[in-house]
Nanobody, 114 residues
Framework: QVQLVESGGGLVQPGWSLRLSCAAS????????MSWVRQVPGKGLEWVSD????????YYKDSVKGRFTISRDNAKNTVGLQMNNLKPEDTAVYYC???????WGQGTQVTVSS
């Protein structure tokens, strides 16, 4: 079955960096675009970034442009999110997702606080 397992979250101070990783299994990973979405407590899911199957097209939410970088490794079935210059408003549970398949992982908590 489809599985998406995120890792790499944590508690950091504003301005610090984190790298999230997502391991995919149960489907042909290289056939699908992948996304990162996040959820702030009490709010709905918020799209963060997309990457196409060839890694040559990426999209970002305006508020993370220039700070976050999405990447993927089709040989390893992984998708990553490098997050630099983190801000308190980036605090959320981050999920990797295949919007086409309608699956997302269990999420990893990112907390940015001084």
């Amino acid at each position: 079955q489809v599985q998406l397992v995120e890792s790499g979250g944590g508690l950091v101070q504003p301005g610090w960096s984190l790298r999230l990783s997502c391991a995919a299994s149960g489907f042909t990973f290289s056939d699908y675009a992948m996304s990162w979405v996040r959820q702030v407590p009490g709010k709905g899911l918020e799209w963060v970034s997309d990457i196409n199957v060839y890694s040559n097209i990426t999209y970002y939410k305006d508020s993370v442009k220039g700070r976050f970088t999405i990447s993927r490794d089709n040989a390893k079935n992984t998708v990553g999110l490098q997050m630099n210059n983190l801000k308190p408003e980036d605090t959320a549970v981050y999920y990797c997702a295949s919007q086409t398949l309608g699956f997302w992982g269990q999420g990893t908590q990112v907390t940015v606080s001084s």
